[in-house]
């Protein structure tokens, strides 16, 4: 392919260099996949497609790959289910290639499919300092090519997949590999190669997050209800929808939308008839199960005061920011300190403060301080707070600083 990174009017790509592969189905063509794959040489360009929007279950409904010397290879993991043994065979251990790999590592995990080390490009171009870091955009800048995009929120469980679906997806790792050796280049000139690095492995090796504890409380539009007894309307709403919406593997926003179900909490229905003549109740489809959703309003209306949720949302982490003045001016004072000073070091090396330090990790120390507020002691609270040693080593300065202001 040539080179077109230098052109004035970037390059549109279409399809793939080698044409769009044909999808991978069975145990032959797998084998025969795998083959080709084992054959190349280099780091793998890994993506994935799912059904976000559709399915409950966040899965890989198709797998991309493409290694120097092997093309692009397109694999269905749905109808080679539990036979992906030549893959993790060719995939396991080595290094893989991806962009917002945080994203697509969990549902290769469930596939068995584990890098051995990672290069994140999306997460490169953030550290490299470009504001902008989706793939197309990374892609247009340093190698001089436009991807032609839409299909990201496609449905990717239907099959047959469309043709041109599938010259999307293969496009998706067609220059994953050459963006990474810019990138790769550019942070090692500006001496950010081994930070990146750092940050690779903590994605790579990152455990997948605990199960919220009380998770309908992030129902869009729940802010609108005020009390205990209709947020336990809300949380009834919410896990019936989630358990219809598990057993059906859809979106549970397909089965009933949050705008629908705080509507329904707000207005109070009497009838299974007056929640039917609330939007999105009176539907064709809705109608079957309004009687389902009137039950559990009516249950949550019959809850004895000791069951009813607590109205303010519990959470073990500091009040918000811009209550801090008032609860506890000092540790405000810390947090003002500590969010300029690691903005001037930020700036100082072209990359977003939230890389530099996560602001979680910034509140809960301002917030309760060590007991050790030396240097030393800094160090170790961000590092037991999960901070990599290149982020203790420029941000501890600052923050031992701001914290013994107040000391």
Same mark, same amino acid.
């Given at each position: 392919?040539?080179?077109?990174?230098?052109?004035?009017?970037?390059?549109?790509?279409?399809?793939?260099?080698?044409?769009?592969?044909?999808?991978?189905?069975?145990?032959?063509?797998?084998?025969?996949?795998?083959?080709?794959?084992?054959?190349?040489?280099?780091?793998?360009?890994?993506?994935?497609?799912?059904?976000?929007?559709?399915?409950?279950?966040?899965?890989?409904?198709?797998? +991309?790959?493409?290694?120097?010397?092997?093309?692009?290879?397109?694999?269905?993991?749905?109808?080679?289910?539990?036979?992906?043994?030549?893959?993790?065979?060719?995939?396991?251990?080595?290094?893989?290639?991806?962009?917002?790999?945080?994203?697509?590592?969990?549902?290769?995990?469930?596939?068995?499919?584990?890098?051995?080390?990672?290069?994140?490009?999306?997460?490169?171009?953030?550290?490299?300092?470009?504001?902008?870091?989706?793939?197309?955009?990374?892609?247009?800048?340093?190698?001089?090519?436009?991807?032609?995009?839409?299909?990201?929120?496609?449905?990717?469980?239907?099959?047959?997949?469309?043709?041109?679906?599938?010259?999307?997806?293969?496009?998706?790792?067609?220059?994953?590999?050459?963006?990474?050796?810019?990138?790769?280049?550019?942070?090692?000139?500006?001496?950010?190669?081994?930070?990146?690095?750092?940050?690779?492995?903590?994605?790579?090796?990152?455990?997948?997050?605990?199960?919220?504890?009380?998770?309908?409380?992030?129902?869009?539009?729940?802010?609108?209800?005020?009390?205990?007894?209709?947020?336990?309307?809300?949380?009834?709403?919410?896990?019936?929808?989630?358990?219809?919406?598990?057993?059906?593997?859809?979106?549970?926003?397909?089965?009933?939308?949050?705008?629908?179900?705080?509507?329904?909490?707000?207005?109070?229905?009497?009838?299974?008839?007056?929640?039917?003549?609330?939007?999105?109740?009176?539907?064709?489809?809705?109608?079957?199960?309004?009687?389902?959703?009137?039950?559990?309003?009516?249950?949550?209306? +019959?809850?004895?005061?000791?069951?009813?949720?607590?109205?303010? +949302?519990?959470?073990?982490?500091?009040?918000?920011?811009?209550?801090?003045?008032?609860?506890?001016?000092?540790?405000?004072?810390?947090?003002?300190?500590?969010?300029?000073?690691?903005?001037?070091?930020?700036?100082?090396?072209?990359?977003?403060?939230?890389?530099?330090?996560?602001?979680?990790?910034?509140?809960?120390?301002?917030?309760?301080?060590?007991?050790?507020?030396?240097?030393?002691?800094?160090?170790?609270?961000?590092?037991?707070?999960?901070?990599?040693?290149?982020?203790?080593?420029?941000?501890?300065?600052?923050?031992?600083?701001?914290?013994?202001?107040?000391?």
């Amino acid at each position: 392919m040539p080179d077109a990174s230098e052109t004035a009017v970037p390059v549109t790509l279409k399809e793939p260099s080698d044409g769009t592969p044909d999808v991978v189905a069975d145990e032959p063509e797998l084998a025969r996949a795998c083959e080709r794959l084992a054959a190349g040489t280099g780091a793998i360009a890994v993506d994935t497609e799912r059904a976000s929007g559709y399915r409950y279950w966040p899965k890989a409904y198709l797998v +991309q790959l493409r290694r120097e010397g092997s093309g692009t290879v397109l694999v269905d993991p749905i109808a080679v289910e539990g036979r992906l043994g030549p893959l993790q065979d060719v995939l396991n251990g080595q290094e893989w290639v991806l962009h917002a790999a945080s994203q697509d590592l969990p549902c290769l995990a469930e596939l068995d499919l584990v890098p051995g080390s990672l290069f994140d490009t999306e997460l490169a171009g953030r550290l490299a300092g470009y504001d902008r870091v989706a793939l197309g955009t990374l892609v247009e800048r340093l190698l001089g090519y436009h991807l032609e995009k839409g299909h990201s929120a496609a449905d990717w469980s239907k099959r047959p997949l469309p043709v041109d679906w599938l010259n999307y997806a293969a496009l998706d790792v067609e220059l994953l590999i050459p963006l990474r050796e810019k990138l790769e280049a550019e942070l090692d000139a500006q001496g950010k190669l081994d930070w990146a690095r750092q940050e690779f492995e903590a994605v790579r090796t990152a455990p997948q997050p605990a199960p919220r504890s009380e998770p309908w409380r992030r129902t869009s539009g729940i802010h609108k209800v005020r009390t205990a007894r209709g947020l336990a309307a809300v949380r009834a709403l919410w896990e019936a929808r989630d358990e219809l919406a598990r057993k059906r593997d859809r979106a549970p926003s397909r089965v009933l939308p949050d705008s629908a179900i705080v509507n329904a909490v707000l207005a109070e229905p009497k009838t299974v008839a007056e929640l039917q003549a609330l939007p999105v109740f009176g539907g064709r489809v809705q109608r079957r199960y309004t009687g389902n959703w009137f039950r559990h309003l009516q249950s949550a209306r +019959q809850l004895p005061r000791d069951r009813l949720p607590n109205p303010a +949302q519990p959470h073990d982490g500091p009040p918000p920011a811009n209550r801090w003045a008032d609860k506890d001016p000092d540790a405000a004072a810390r947090l003002a300190a500590a969010r300029a000073g690691l903005a001037k070091i930020a700036e100082h090396h072209q990359l977003p403060v939230e890389n530099l330090l996560l602001p979680d990790l910034l509140r809960r120390t301002c917030w309760r301080p060590p007991e050790d507020r030396s240097l030393p002691g800094v160090s170790a609270a961000l590092a037991a707070g999960g901070a990599r040693p290149w982020q203790v080593e420029l941000a501890s300065p600052v923050l031992t600083e701001a914290l013994q202001a107040t000391a």
